[in-house]
């Protein structure tokens, strides 16, 4: 019997390795990225305040996505949950307070523009959509303008089971960018939503690997797909 092999990671420790990229982030790039306090989320610098700000996120593990996709034309900002790992209700909301207003505090613009606007596109995983789903309702409670496109562009799964069909996968980075150049033109929130809806539904994608993801941590490799 062969012994398991160790897995082989480029990174530090896998407890500290979201909050190691988000430095890295912020070093790269010391302009134009910043992080929201008190949570794991990396925002544009500075938030665009006249038109529909665009966030997104997940599990961890998945670079660039999101944090890589944060700038002009595409999102607004990114919430980083850990690895594999869907991102709270919390941090998410803290994100949408930071990229939206209330009627009661925003007196430069009226509350049906787009400036006051939040769009969330989700991919179809259950945490996903049940985390950004209540924060997406809380927002809307305080008055903050938010509505939320769920991606499921994964091939291998019919979409017609819901949350345990396709899943969101590398068809969502078009997604952004779809809906942050309609962000970009000025249009509303309830546009920018319609046309990511609409991208999101004539997007088809399908991953190949050719072995088994190990998790950072683990202690052996996983070897569920075997060689050949």
């Not at 319609?194 to 991208?199: E, G, H, L, R, S």
């Amino acid at each position: 019997m062969s012994k398991q092999q160790t897995p082989k990671k480029f990174i530090n420790n896998p407890k500290s390795s979201v909050s190691e990229f988000i430095d890295g982030l912020l070093y790269t790039h010391p302009q134009t990225l910043q992080k929201l306090e008190n949570h794991n989320v990396i925002l544009s610098n500075p938030i665009p305040t006249s038109q529909v700000n665009i966030l997104s996120g997940g599990g961890s593990g998945h670079e660039p996505s999101h944090a890589g996709w944060i700038g002009p034309g595409m999102l607004t900002g990114a919430i980083l949950g850990g690895i594999f790992a869907s991102p709270s209700v919390a941090a998410i909301l803290a994100a949408i307070r930071a990229v939206t207003t209330t009627p009661h505090n925003d007196t430069t613009t009226s509350s049906s523009s787009s400036s006051g606007g939040c769009l969330l596109i989700v991919k179809n995983y259950t945490g996903d959509r049940l985390n950004f789903g209540i924060a997406c309702e809380r927002a809307n409670a305080e008055g903050r303008r938010t509505k939320m496109v769920v991606v499921a562009d994964d091939c291998a799964l019919p979409r017609c089971k819901g949350v345990t069909g396709a899943r969101g996968v590398a068809g969502t980075v078009l997604v952004h960018k779809v809906a942050g150049a309609a962000a970009g033109e000025g249009k509303s929130l309830e546009e920018v939503a319609a046309v990511a809806a609409m991208a999101a539904g004539r997007m088809g994608s399908l991953g190949v690997a050719l072995e088994s993801v190990t998790v950072p941590g683990a202690e052996n490799v996983n070897d569920r797909v075997k060689e050949g």
